[in-house]
């Protein structure tokens, strides 16, 4: 039996490869992105510098905000209705305000408190800090994005125990194991399974927010190519191009991190894993030249 055929999708699939050619050909060919000098600046040490803080400030903020998540879900969850309150108020605030407010305010923090002290409330302070000097560039940045990816790591944090079966309450506690133990032993290691994938997805956000600490002072990847931009102001397209293939890799690599993280949270609740990356590159050209093949035949 002859196999239906499908006009339609082949004229729109010629008329996707056509525009695809078009843009890919106009990359290659316009004068204007400078690819000579973007292979020039790819892997200069200011730009890799850059990179380097970039990561170094994704990676200790993805830390500090899932630990600040976790908190922040558990006063949402607890019996207490100041905790409650506190918790919703936060994740309400930090939602809400922009990224760059919060950074640009905590840059200016010491407008406002000049020293910070540690001491009896209202009353005697034993020990008092200069906050120009703890708030550094880089403490600024970190403390920022970790304020605000702690207000939604508590909601992704908050999702994952709401989504473990009640059942399993019950059971831990008809074992006669602590509130803390059930929580720790069977509660929570159920909820990663929920919590781990999609934090982990949250962290390609996270990657990208990273760029906004340029306008606090500190030169990460998007910083330096705006501070060489400034120096070099017919490098400013290079630059930019530079800057988007680096985190068009960056995101890539958490993408296929977070592929395998889902792959190893699923075994034991889905039959069938999700394939890897790899895998379904392989399969899709293999699915590819089979088509192409009895396309010719026919």
């Given at each position: 039996?002859?196999?239906?055929?499908?006009?339609?999708?082949?004229?729109?699939?010629?008329?996707?490869?056509?525009?695809?050619?078009?843009?890919?050909?106009?990359?290659?060919?316009?004068?204007?992105?400078?690819?000579?000098?973007?292979?020039?600046?790819?892997?200069?040490?200011?730009?890799?510098?850059?990179?380097?803080?970039?990561?170094?400030?994704?990676a200790l903020s993805a830390v500090l905000g899932l630990?600040?998540?976790?908190?922040?879900?558990?006063?949402?969850?607890?019996?207490?209705?100041?905790?409650?309150?506190?918790?919703?108020?936060?994740?309400?605030?930090?939602?809400?305000?922009?990224?760059?407010?919060?950074?640009?305010?905590?840059?200016?923090?010491?407008?406002?408190?000049?020293?910070?002290?540690?001491?009896?409330?209202?009353?005697?302070?034993?020990?008092?800090?200069?906050?120009s000097r703890l708030a550094t560039d880089m403490v600024?940045?970190?403390?920022?994005?970790?304020?605000?990816?702690?207000?939604?790591?508590?909601?992704?944090?908050?999702?994952?125990?709401?989504?473990?079966?009640?059942?399993?309450?019950?059971?831990?506690?008809?074992?006669?194991?602590?509130?803390?133990?059930?929580?720790?032993?069977?509660?929570?290691?159920?909820?990663?399974?929920?919590?781990?994938?999609?934090?982990?997805?949250?962290?390609?956000?996270?990657?990208?927010?990273?760029?906004?600490?340029?306008?606090?002072?500190?030169?990460?990847?998007?910083?330096?190519?705006?501070?060489?931009?400034?120096?070099?102001?017919?490098?400013?397209?290079?630059?930019?191009?530079?800057?988007?293939v680096w985190y068009l890799i960056l995101t890539s690599?958490?993408?296929?991190?977070?592929?395998?993280?889902?792959?190893?949270?699923?075994?034991?609740?889905?039959?069938?894993?999700?394939?890897?990356?790899?895998?379904?590159?392989?399969?899709?050209?293999?699915?590819?030249?089979?088509?192409?093949?009895?396309?010719?035949?026919?």
């Amino acid at each position: 039996m002859r196999p239906p055929r499908h006009p339609g999708r082949w004229i729109a699939t010629a008329v996707v490869l056509v525009l695809l050619a078009q843009f890919v050909h106009g990359l290659a060919t316009n004068p204007f992105y400078q690819w000579d000098r973007f292979a020039y600046w790819f892997l200069r040490p200011t730009i890799l510098d850059g990179l380097l803080i970039t990561l170094e400030v994704t990676a200790l903020s993805a830390v500090l905000g899932l630990l600040g998540g976790i908190v922040v879900a558990l006063a949402r969850l607890s019996a207490s209705p100041v905790l409650r309150a506190v918790g919703w108020t936060y994740v309400w605030a930090l939602r809400s305000i922009p990224l760059i407010v919060v950074l640009i305010f905590l840059y200016n923090f010491s407008a406002l408190y000049r020293t910070l002290s540690i001491g009896v409330p209202f009353g005697p302070a034993f020990f008092r800090f200069d906050e120009s000097r703890l708030a550094t560039d880089m403490v600024v940045a970190v403390v920022g994005l970790s304020l605000n990816e702690a207000a939604y790591a508590a909601e992704v944090v908050r999702g994952g125990i709401l989504s473990v079966d009640q059942g399993q309450h019950e059971a831990a506690a008809a074992l006669g194991l602590s509130r803390r133990r059930q929580f720790t032993r069977i509660v929570f290691p159920q909820a990663l399974r929920a919590i781990v994938p999609a934090y982990v997805n949250q962290l390609i956000g996270l990657v990208k927010s990273t760029s906004l600490v340029f306008y606090v002072s500190l030169l990460d990847l998007f910083g330096a190519a705006q501070t060489m931009g400034s120096t070099y102001p017919g490098d400013i397209v290079p630059l930019l191009l530079v800057v988007t293939v680096w985190y068009l890799i960056l995101t890539s690599l958490v993408s296929v991190v977070q592929s395998y993280v889902e792959r190893h949270h699923a075994r034991g609740a889905s039959r069938a894993l999700s394939p890897t990356p790899l895998r379904t590159l392989r399969t899709a050209c293999t699915e590819l030249r089979a088509r192409i093949r009895r396309e010719a035949a026919v």
